[in-house]
């Protein structure tokens, strides 16, 4: 089966612009998790979408950030406008649900200048 | 942290050496898991250990958890150069959904 996906892989934008990143979870998965590590520090918890639903947003930074996932699909994470303390790898996950695990993708690295 | 701790940050050790990373969690848990991440890859699920096992083995991996200290242990036995990488324990919350990470322990085997 394919793996998530995400993309892009890489993103450089100043200081105010807007960045979209995407992830799309494994086929049949309705679990989809944002994680984002900065500096090293703690894979931090992000938002839990159950299909097309938010589970849990309780991770969200602050109003800058926008999680979508119409169709309980793919996922998008849009940040307007960036600051430079969002630097860092944003990584996407999908699961079955239960005790199944996370399949992660591959990460999004944001700089943020 | 949103959860917990791993112990040692850092690990380096010889080939074929054992590797004993520890993990320390603040909540009550449904279960416990371990992953691995390699330099600018995503995570991958090694085990999973319920709150009701006590330890738990694939491989060359041993896992044990301690509900009562809320720590865990993965040792990765006779190491090889191939499992340097980044490990990270993570928790699911007893009644929760989500999975919390910590901040790994970055190991590395020299050959």
């Known amino acids: 089966e394919a793996g998530v996906t995400q993309f892009p892989s890489h993103s450089v934008i100043e200081k105010g612009q807007t960045v979209t990143l995407r992830c799309d979870p494994i086929?049949?998965?309705?679990?989809l998790y944002w994680y984002r590590r900065v500096m090293g520090k703690e894979i931090k918890f992000l938002l839990h979408?159950?299909?097309?639903?938010?589970?849990?947003e309780s991770g969200m930074p602050n109003n800058r950030f926008l999680a979508e996932r119409t169709g309980g699909t793919y996922s998008t994470l849009k940040v307007q406008p960036a600051e430079l303390e969002d630097s860092g790898v944003y990584f996407c996950a999908s699961s079955a649900g239960g005790n199944s695990p996370l399949h992660f993708g591959n990460g999004t690295r944001l700089t943020v200048t | 942290s949103q959860q917990g701790e791993e112990d040692p940050q850092a690990l380096s050790i010889q080939e074929g050496e054992n590797a004993t990373m520890n993990c320390s969690y603040k909540?009550?848990?449904?279960?416990l898991q371990w992953y691995r991440q390699n330099s600018g890859r995503g995570l991958v699920h090694l085990i999973l250990i319920r709150s009701n096992e006590r330890e738990k083995h694939s491989g060359r991996l041993r896992v044990t958890l301690d509900t009562s200290k809320k720590s865990s242990s993965l040792l990765i036995t006779a190491s090889r150069a191939a499992d340097t990488a980044s490990y990270f324990c993570?928790?699911?919350?007893?009644?929760?959904?989500?999975?919390?990470f910590g901040a790994g322990t970055r190991l590395f085997v020299k050959a």
């Open positions: 909540t009550s848990i449904n279960n």
């Open positions: 993570a928790t699911v919350n007893t009644g929760g959904f989500k999975t919390i």
């Open positions: 086929s049949g998965h309705d679990n």
């Open positions: 979408f159950v299909k097309e639903s938010k589970q849990d």
